[in-house]
């Protein structure tokens, strides 16, 4: 079997050693089984012929019969054209070439009969198709008709005359090969059980199905399987790290009890208590925690996270919590201090600002386990950052670490792993959490603290500046400050520059009244923190920024959030500016700023952000927009290389498949069973190909 798929892609008809090397480049084909499962974005639906009195200008590309009975070519230079009617027994179609007009002309031979297919569109009062494609009537591609796959391709491989057609001749010739040697990787019991088509079977209707049924089937037999075997390699690392890695066990819950009763400033949410007995749970239970924690902006994790501390620091050892910036390590570590002490607990902060003489005295408080909490940013990493005792480490907003960079943090302790908490505000969908972080176990803080009024969000166009001046004003003037962003332009650091100190600008002559900051990617980290650190003291009223201000900065008073060019950011990074304002108990409000002309997309994020405030639902709205790859950054994770299955609308499927996979462990968790050896082999030859993601945390 694997010597007919691992033959080499030049030895499929037309392909050769030039074109060989073009598709290895382009496309990643290097084989036969490459091929194989190269698959089609969509298909074209051949499956009738239409007569010309049925077409009109609202239907899909559509198939028809029809002779040609007159050629012309029109216009000169750069308009030119060649127009053509076809007619058949029902009327007749206006077919227009702008470009390959002299090939096309050579090639149409009139009153002969061809299959054609195209787009009815309107020009004037007459119908027109615009560039065809078309073939000779011979005695079978009339006869019945097909659904015919559409494969991507580019441009160079177009240049060579590799386009979706070419590339589908070499999927049915490699089909014809290799099919009788592609094994069952699935047990029977569960092909069984699950309804799946074979996997042989699967193959040859996802390229070349006779209906859309059969195509619907090859396609959930195919997403099923792929995503079955990233649940199991997930599931599989989440028990073997389960026996594997113990956990220091954490039950003296006599700091946890004093704080209650005599420090905690508010009522926690039931959400908030939710989380903390799952992690508590976690904590004694003698193996190693490793939790995701997901809450949108403002959920009140930073507290939770500090509850899960004095877990730790009950018995002894101590925790850390680590950011990805400076401005967000300074932010939690102001949001921790007045609790730490409180409960006479030492805290320190270290980040690439921290001073020699200072980190001197930080590293030995912390060997000696004087110093109970340590806050930082990649600092923490660093080899003299020794811990008498590890017992906690917090990582917010990780997917903004490496997978090296994380895993730094597992060696803080000579004996024992310590616990491991990550935290983001960034809601992820759920087909994406059991998918990046299927070996994680999740904590969803899915409700707002009492008091908080939802943030209002409005969208103007240019022609409301004069209204949203008026507002600014009156926001300024009440006592609240506000913050104006604008995107990055991400060509060119120049533009991006010139954007925000243009913009700077435009507020300082519009407002000379009020005091007006910027900051920038491009300044200094000194005077970044020395400018949001006269907002957040009320000395200067309007802050002008790019998205640096994106993650972490808490300023309660901060009203107003104006997006300017709403429409250059994606949803997930509206929805994060969104909540740099809601924090106090005044009503905040967001305004998107944008111009009149706006793509469908961009439209759709808009109203989704004037719609709704809930994280999750953005969320699953981006997904469906954008992809998975784009949402978390992991296309270049590659973690998420799927060919076939769509987290976006693929959710039960995924969710079938997690179930499932926990069900065929259960019964046989090191795969050891007769029946399981082919579904080893193919688990065993993919972990190969990638890199182990154990140690996500």
């Given at each position: 079997?694997?010597?007919?798929?691992?033959?080499?892609?030049?030895?499929?008809?037309?392909?050769?050693?030039?074109?060989?090397?073009?598709?290895?480049?382009?496309?990643?084909?290097?084989?036969?089984?490459?091929?194989?499962?190269?698959?089609?974005?969509r298909h074209e639906d051949r499956t009738r012929f239409y007569t010309i009195q049925e077409l009109t200008p609202n239907m899909p590309a559509v198939q028809f019969v029809a002779k040609l009975v007159n050629m012309q070519t029109l216009g000169g230079g750069r308009k030119k054209r060649l127009v053509c009617i076809a007619k058949d027994q029902t009327g007749s179609i206006e077919l227009v070439w702008f470009k390959g007009i002299s090939w096309v002309a050579r090639y149409l031979k009139p009153n002969v009969a061809y299959v054609f297919f195209g787009k009815p569109t309107r020009f004037g009062n007459k119908l027109n198709i615009a560039h065809p494609e078309l073939e000779p009537v011979t005695s079978t591609n009339t006869l019945s008709g097909q659904l015919k796959p559409v494969y991507p391709t580019t441009e160079k491989l177009k240049a060579k005359h590799l386009d979706s057609k070419a590339i589908g001749k070499m999927v049915a010739f490699v089909l014809t090969k290799a099919l009788p040697y592609i094994n069952e990787p699935l047990p029977a019991y569960l092909c069984q059980q699950l309804k799946l088509m074979p996997k042989a079977e699967?193959?040859?209707?996802?390229?070349?199905?006779?209906?859309?049924?059969?195509?619907?089937?090859?396609?959930?037999?195919?997403?099923?399987?792929?995503?079955?075997?990233?649940?199991?390699?997930?599931?599989?690392?989440?028990?073997?790290?389960?026996q594997k890695f113990k956990g220091r066990v954490f039950n003296n819950t006599a700091l946890l009890t004093k704080f209650y009763h005599n420090h905690l400033p508010f009522e926690l949410t039931n959400a908030q208590k939710r989380v903390i007995k799952e992690i508590y749970k976690d904590m004694k239970s003698g193996t190693q925690m490793n939790r995701l924690l997901q809450g949108d902006v403002g959920s009140g994790k930073t507290i939770v996270a500090f509850i899960c501390m004095l877990m730790v620091l009950g018995s002894g050892a101590q925790a850390a919590l680590m950011a990805p910036t400076e401005i967000l390590s300074e932010q939690h570590y102001q949001s921790l201090k007045p609790y730490a002490r409180a409960m006479g607990l030492q805290i320190a902060k270290l980040t690439g600002s921290t001073k020699a003489s200072e980190r001197k005295k930080l590293h030995l408080a912390l060997e000696t386990g004087v110093l109970h909490i340590l806050v930082g940013t990649h600092a923490l990493l660093e080899d003299k950052v020794q811990f008498k005792e590890l017992g906690l480490a917090i990582v917010d907003e990780q997917h903004r670490f490496g997978v090296a960079q994380r895993s730094k943090?597992?060696?803080k302790n000579k004996d024992m792993?310590?616990?491991?908490?990550?935290?983001?505000?960034?809601?992820?969908?759920?087909?994406?959490?059991?998918?990046?972080?299927?070996?994680?176990d999740v904590?969803?803080?899915?409700?707002?603290?009492?008091?908080?009024?939802?943030?209002?969000?409005?969208?103007?166009?240019?022609?409301?500046?004069?209204?949203?001046?008026?507002?600014?004003?009156?926001?300024?003037?009440?006592?609240r400050q506000v913050y104006v962003v604008?995107?990055?332009?991400?060509?060119?650091?120049?533009?991006?520059?010139?954007?925000?100190?243009?913009?700077?600008?435009?507020?300082?002559?519009?407002?000379?009244?009020?005091?007006?900051?910027?900051?920038h990617g491009k300044a200094k980290a000194a005077d970044k923190a020395y400018e949001m650190e006269r907002f957040a003291k009320g000395e200067t009223h309007i802050m002008v920024a790019t998205t640096v201000i994106e993650v972490g900065v808490n300023i309660p008073n901060a009203t107003v959030m104006v997006i300017e060019n709403a429409e250059r950011f994606g949803l997930a990074q509206l929805h994060q500016l969104r909540g740099r304002v809601g924090r106090g108990?005044?009503?905040?409000?967001?305004?998107?700023?944008?111009?009149?002309?706006?793509?469908?997309e961009a439209r759709t994020r808009l109203q989704t952000m004037v719609r709704t405030n809930n994280g999750f639902e953005i969320a699953e709205t981006d997904l469906r927009l954008r992809g998975p790859g784009d949402l978390m950054g992991t296309q270049q994770s590659g973690v998420l290389d799927l060919k076939i299955a769509d987290l976006a609308k693929d959710g039960q499927i995924l969710q079938l498949a997690r179930q499932t996979a926990q069900q065929l462990l259960a019964r046989d968790e090191h795969l050891e069973l007769?029946?399981?050896?082919?579904?080893?082999?193919?688990?065993?030859?993919?972990?190969?190909?990638?890199?182990?993601?154990?140690i996500i945390s």
């Open positions: 079997m694997s010597k007919i798929l691992h033959t080499s892609i030049e030895f499929i008809p037309g392909v050769g050693p030039t074109k060989g090397l073009l598709l290895q480049k382009e496309l990643g084909l290097f084989n036969y089984q490459d091929v194989l499962h190269y698959y089609p974005f699967a193959l040859k209707h996802l390229h070349f199905p006779p209906n859309a049924e059969l195509l619907q089937k090859a396609r959930f037999r195919l997403s099923f399987e792929e995503l079955f075997y990233v649940q199991l390699q997930l599931l599989s690392i989440k028990n073997g790290r389960a943090l597992w060696s792993f310590p616990h491991v908490l990550v935290m983001t505000a960034t809601p992820i969908p759920r087909t994406l959490a059991m998918t990046l972080y299927g070996d994680l904590s969803v803080i899915d409700e707002l603290p009492a008091g908080r009024k939802p943030i209002k969000t409005l969208h103007y166009y240019e022609s409301k500046r004069l209204r949203l001046q008026g507002f600014i004003k009156q926001q300024v003037t009440q006592g604008y995107p990055l332009v991400e060509e060119s650091e120049k533009l991006d520059l010139k954007a925000v100190t243009d913009g700077y600008e435009l507020i300082k002559r519009a407002f000379p009244q009020f005091h007006v900051s910027i900051v108990a005044e009503q905040s409000y967001c305004i998107l700023m944008t111009d009149v002309k706006l793509s469908a007769p029946e399981h050896q082919a579904l080893k082999k193919e688990l065993n030859k993919q972990q190969k190909a990638q890199a182990n993601w154990s």
